[in-house]
């Protein structure tokens, strides 16, 4: 059985914030995880990706943490990677990528993914 993989769009090495937290909640709950953030080299001793282009392995899920503007520009490069989701998290979605996303035939689900996990983000330690 193959497990699931995600990208997490705006992953950071600061523990405190949801970019980091959503890394180790995907990783507690099995999944391949890519980190995507250009400035970083690792995250959670992941090999992060500058930019979605340079994952070649197939992504079954998205999850957004960058803000809404800089995510309607990542939504061509997000598409062709045909995920089956595409999570936009609190404070990355706006009524204009939602519908761009939809253009684009993404099924973009507006939560906290980490919460789908059934995982309360204030519950992964922040240090």
């Known amino acids: 059985m193959s497990e699931f993989s995600v990208a997490v769009i705006g992953a950071s090495k600061d523990r ?17 995880v890519f980190p995507v953030n250009p ?7 992941l090999r992060t990706y500058r930019s979605l282009d340079e994952i070649t392995e197939p ?4 999850s957004l943490y960058v803000p809404p503007a800089l995510g309607i520009k990542m939504l061509p490069s997000i598409a062709s990677k045909k995920p089956q989701e595409l ?7 706006s009524d204009d990528l939602i519908e761009a996303a939809a253009d684009l035939k993404l ?11 059934g995982i309360d983000p204030e519950e992964l330690p922040g240090k």
């Open 16 to 32: 405190r914030k949801h970019g980091n937290k959503a890394v180790r909640a995907y990783q507690q709950s099995g999944y391949k």
């Open 87 to 93: 999570w936009l998290n609190p404070g990355s979605e």
């Open 39 to 45: 400035r970083e080299e690792s995250i959670e001793g």
């Open 107 to 117: 099924r973009a689900i507006v939560a906290c993914s980490i919460a789908a996990l």
């Open 59 to 62: 992504i079954d899920f998205v």
